[in-house]
T-cell receptor
Framework: RKEVEQDPGPFNVPEGATVAFNCTYS??????FFWYRQDCRKEPKLLMS???SGNEDGRFTAQLNRASQYISLLIRDSKLSDSATYLC????????????FGIGTKLQVIP | NAGVMQNPRHLVRRRGQEARLRCSPM?????VYWYRQLPEEGLKFMVY????????ESGMPKERFSAEFPKEGPSILRIQQVVRGDSAAYFC?????????????FGEGSWLTVV
């Protein structure tokens, strides 16, 4: 079983829709979680950290469910510019070598 | 303040040749990480280096791959006797301390194509 699993998609959604991605992790020792965004043939860029209490940044909301070992990303009012691949990242506290990237979920927002 | 610089951005090599990928970390960063992204796959950790030291190379293939980060100059990822399966995007990242997710910055990547 992969340490971090994501549905690769693609998720095709109309502009203005709300879309949610989940990511499950197998290592219960994982402490740090993040969502990265990667555009086609570009480098990954940090989108947001994920906190146990959940956190929101504009149209983006991230949540962590430790009991079920998954994190989620919710995007409201999707824009065409949100089209990208969203990478789930999990890691041990301070453990770079345990940092694991998911395969990514591809989102395509359609006009 | 320049970001993480990688070169070449695109590299084509014939099977059996050597590929050298270079990475200059962000100014002030002393930690360098190399990741490989195969087509349709996620990022995979390869190696973590500090100046003149390899800290963790647990993700490096046992043969043909090596990495260094000399006292002066960029970090170099070297692939000897390349094979078609080495075709991938190689991303370098840097940080000012051990990776904590929100302090790691990626270069734009080097795309290696083996023909």
């Amino acid at each position: 079983r992969k340490e971090v699993e994501q549905d690769p998609g693609p998720f095709n959604v109309p502009e203005g829709a709300t879309v949610a991605f989940n990511c499950t992790y197998s290592n219960s020792a994982s402490q740090s979680f993040f969502w990265y965004r990667q555009d086609c043939r570009k480098e990954p860029k940090l989108l947001m950290s994920v906190y146990s209490s959940g956190n929101e940044d504009g149209r983006f909301t991230a949540q962590l469910n430790r009991a079920s070992q998954y994190i989620s990303l919710l995007i409201r009012d999707s824009k065409l510019s949100d089209s990208a691949t969203y990478l789930c990242v999990g890691g041990d506290s301070g453990g770079y070598q345990k940092v694991t990237f998911g395969i990514g979920t591809k989102l395509q927002v359609i006009p | 303040n320049a970001g993480v610089m990688q070169n070449p951005r695109h590299l084509v090599r014939r099977r059996g040749q050597e590929a050298r990928l270079r990475c200059s970390p962000m100014k002030g960063h002393s930690h360098v990480y190399w990741y490989r992204q195969l087509p349709e796959e996620g990022l995979k950790f390869m190696v973590y280096l500090q100046k003149e030291n390899i800290i963790d190379e647990s993700g490096m293939p046992k043969e043909r791959f090596s990495a260094e980060f000399p006292k002066e100059g960029p970090s170099i990822l070297r692939i000897q006797q390349v094979v078609r399966g080495d075709s991938a995007a190689y991303f370098c990242a840097s940080s000012d301390n051990r990776f904590s997710g929100n302090t790691i910055y990626f270069g734009e990547g080097s795309w290696l194509t083996v023909v």
